[in-house]
């Protein structure tokens, strides 16, 4: 029986991607910077910052390419009310390319509708990448504990 509601999945693999987007631009040491203001810090004490509002886009929201290493007050406060969407945007220009970013743009209403097996899927790649980080980051041990982790129970109805 499945028992997470799809909301309950969504809040979890939002958790993942914010993690996993401070681990991926962390140094060997741990540190990162934020993208809109510069201030490295460890990746710990970092936010997973959304270019495009998680809230406001479905086709975005849960892409990796959306979200980077944000410090907490850039994420909170300045994003609302100061300079750090500006900051964002030129920052994304600078990384992927002014086209990648106006494609984001022009598609961040699309309606991206996602299912709880989606999600579960979503969950599990987010948390190999983690694993995979932690593991360059020394915070993990060896590449048999990966292969131990238990793999999720195979569902009934494996169809469309
Ligand atoms: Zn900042």
């Known amino acids: 029986m499945w028992c997470l509601m799809p909301k309950t999945l969504?809040?979890?693999?939002?958790?993942?991607?914010?993690?996993?987007?401070?681990?991926?631009?962390?140094?060997?040491?741990?540190?990162?910077?934020?993208v809109t203001c510069g201030k490295v810090d460890h990746f710990r004490s970092m936010d997973g910052g959304h270019f495009i509002a998680k809230g406001s886009s479905s086709r975005w929201a849960l892409e990796i390419e959306n979200v980077h290493p944000q410090c907490k007050g850039c994420n909170s406060f300045s994003m609302k009310h100061g300079t750090a969407p500006h900051s964002y945007t030129l920052w994304m220009v600078d990384y992927y390319g002014r086209d990648f970013v106006d494609h984001m743009i022009a598609t961040k209403k699309d309606v991206h509708k996602l299912y709880a097996s989606d999600y579960r899927d979503m969950i599990e790649d987010f948390n190999q990448q983690i694993l995979a980080h932690e593991r360059r980051l020394g915070l993990r041990g060896s590449l048999r504990a990966i292969n131990a982790e238990p793999k999720s129970p195979k569902r009934a109805g494996n169809g469309g």
């Open 10 to 34: 969504r809040a979890k693999a939002l958790e993942k991607i914010q993690l996993l987007a401070r681990l991926q631009a962390a140094d060997d040491s741990g540190f990162c910077h934020c």
